[in-house]
């Protein structure tokens, strides 16, 4: 019947009157500062501030930290903070070449789980280093992992439009030798 089609035609104008409304609303938003990233590059150096703190509450370390021949690496991360941290699959590994920290181009993908790092606790993970994708030359190699905290610092961040505080992100390392 010609009537269901004008009132299908009708409902749908109107939809699309809304949606198009809703689009050109401005929302009076306070920006976020972006989140600090603390570079926690390398056990021998010597950090400070949140760098220290965070290098002593939640640390990531190679077990075993040498290995004769390897297409994997266990790294443990260690929370000994009172909350609770949170990390993904992702990471990259870098290997210490001429003097300097060198990325290793993998092409790897990553599922999006959201793992948590329970305070006083301990997570191992495996890192694979994918041999057929690069030759591993003996040497030393360090493998880059961010981790999430929310921030204990009120002072210095906004409350986000959920009223919670803003996770912090920070990136550990670990290093390991390949004989």
């Known amino acids: 019947p010609p009537y269901i089609s004008n009132f299908t035609d009708f409902v749908l104008l109107i939809c699309l009157l809304l949606i198009s409304a809703g689009c050109n609303q401005r929302q009076d938003y306070k920006e976020l500062p972006a989140p600090e990233?603390?570079?926690?590059?390398?056990?021998?150096?010597?950090?400070?501030?949140?760098e220290a703190k965070m290098k002593a509450n939640i640390t990531m370390k190679a077990v075993p930290d040498t290995y004769s021949s390897a297409d994997k690496v266990h790294v443990i991360i260690t929370n000994t903070t009172s909350s609770k941290a949170y990390t993904d699959m992702n990471y990259s590994i870098e290997h210490y070449e001429d003097s300097e920290w060198k990325?290793?181009?993998?092409?790897?993908?990553?599922?999006?789980?959201?793992?948590?790092?329970?305070?006083?606790?301990?997570?191992?993970?495996?890192?694979?280093l994918y041999p057929e994708q690069y030759d591993y030359k003996p040497g030393q190699y360090r493998v880059f992992k961010t981790i999430s905290t929310i921030s204990d610092l009120p002072e210095k961040h906004s409350i986000n439009r959920t009223g919670s505080q803003p996770e912090q992100s920070h990136v550990l390392t670990a290093e390991f030798t390949l004989e």
């Open 37 to 50: 990233t603390s570079r926690l590059v390398s056990s021998k150096q010597n950090p400070s501030g949140l």
């Open 103 to 128: 990325k290793i181009p993998l092409n790897i993908v990553y599922n999006l789980v959201k793992i948590s790092l329970l305070p006083n606790k301990s997570e191992e993970f495996t890192i694979y």
